[in-house]
């Protein structure tokens, strides 16, 4: 005979014989009440990430249809998708808003300590902290900004083809009114710019970034005066300007595989605009544009992109589609692509990696180039540096500075949208020497504010600095780990990369307290000047 069936029908109940009664061992009242308890806890949690992980599901599929708009969708679908996303946004904000949900985690906010496990708490931690906000918004407005995200892209895509930033300016003014609209619903006592940024990089304020651009600024100020003025720019004149791109997209492919992305969990695509997005750690889908006369941007941006992926790729399946299992903060998220694309692929030791396959992808290269002129022709300073993906690592920067000044502005109201296109000039002039000629060069050259994240830029500065003490602390761990970069073995600095951030996930609530745990101190800024000093101090013979 079978085994027994382990459940048995509602309201059948099996009565014990009196020797078998006789025989079980007697519970104590207050052991039985603690058993109760425990088990309504369990019974509790298990609801709860079931309801989490079909709202994380329902993300998914919609990531999917925003790498579709991006990547794959005709232009003639752009109305329907818009009301796609909206209809798949409406349904996500009523399950995240579910009172059952909100029920669920009052009780489990309210456990004792040794009543949920460190992980079970940080789910119940960051899912509360989802449902506040949420709760705050309601459906009519959740449903409006999925609208605007499919129009506001749409908009800004046709505007920058067109170098018009007029066509564009009513769709961002209607962004500024949303979100100064959702900021008061869901922290009318804080400043709206900070609550927007609290949904990029939580625990950051804007007070706190004045400061560390400050620092920031006065560092970068005189090493760039110093570069521009007084250096010798290593030469980059060999590299010639023909690549073809096709060969360039296999080139890149073929590298982006050996530093360990997995095709058979993601794909690499072409879009306007790289990014990477998909609908789960087994589909992770990554993008990056080539150019004919410069082959760095398509290598830098494929390289970037595969540290983003490799994020998404890492993470944590036994808490699939819980919140402990996403990412940190985007500041985390973009220290792992700048970890790997400037860490990593602008190094001398990724240039010995680099060049024979290089040569062997275009054979007009100049055949006595050593990994040494690579290196320098890779990390030349540019002048104008007037496109922020286009950027060198010591510029980037104050392109960032000048988008937070920007859109800080614009969300306290001191400035009107229609100031953007000459504002951006005078900046651009003032910090970086160098005036855009078209609205396509200048204000209209990012998608992010045309899908409503604004509070999103001062990430990838963040992701500078939080990228160089990762990298110090690996370099500390895995000290052979520049002569296995030159050798193309990425692997241990992967699952080094995966141990420590990818499967941590959102563990630790805030970057700062993550980067103690990895690296021993919070953010600091100045390990971020000494780097670049240090690197461009020799290149350009200070």
Known sequence: MGKIAKFVAPGVHFRKSPALRSRLP????????????????????????????????????????GWDEQVMMPSGAASVRSEQSSTLAGIIHEKSTDPKLGELLDRLSNCQADELTE????????????????????????????????????????????????QFAPMLQQWVDLLQEKCALVDPEQDAYNVCLDDFERGMTADRLDGIFSQVKTGLVPLLKAIREDGTPPDNSWLGDSFDVKVQAAMCEEICKEIGFDMERGRLDVSVHPFTGGAHPTDVRMTTRFKESDFTEGLTGAVHETGHALYEQGRNLDYDGLPVNEALSM???????????RMVCLSPSFSEYLL?????????????????????????????????????????PMHIIIRYEIERALMSGSIDVNDIPDLWESKMQEYLG???????????????????AIGYFPTYSLGAMYACQIMQAAEAELPGIHDDIASGKFGDLKAWLNTKVHAVGSYYPSG???????????????????????????????
């Not at 745990?517 to 101090?537: D, I, M, R």
């Open 434 to 452: 160098c005036r855009p000629k078209t609205n396509a060069e200048g204000c209209l050259q990012d998608v992010h504010w045309s899908v409503g």
């Open 331 to 341: 500041g985390i998220h973009e220290s792992q692509s700048l970890l790997w694309e």
């Open 119 to 166: 992980l079970e708490r940080a789910v119940v931690r960051d899912a509360s902290r989802n449902y506040r906000k949420t709760t705050a918004i309601p459906k009519e407005l959740a449903q409006r900004s999925a609208e605007l995200n499919s129009k506001g892209y749409q908009a800004w895509v046709k505007a920058r083809e067109e170098n018009d930033f007029k």
């Open 26 to 65: 007697r519970v104590h009242p207050a052991a039985r009440h603690v058993t109760t308890k425990a088990a309504a806890i369990t019974e509790d949690y298990t609801e709860l990430c079931g309801k989490l992980k079909e709202v994380s599901t329902l993300s998914g599929i919609s990531g999917l249809l």
């Open 356 to 396: 024979p396959k290089l040569c062997g992808a275009f054979p007009d290269l100049s055949s006595s180039a050593t990994a040494d002129d690579l290196y320098g022709a890779m990390n030349v300073v540019r002048s104008p540096s007037l496109i922020r993906v286009e950027s060198d690592e010591v510029t980037y």
């Open 512 to 542: 700062d307290e993550l980067m103690t745990e990895v690296t021993g101190s919070p953010l600091k800024p100045e390990v971020f000047l000494q780097y670049l000093n240090k690197k461009y101090t020799p290149l350009y013979k200070l």
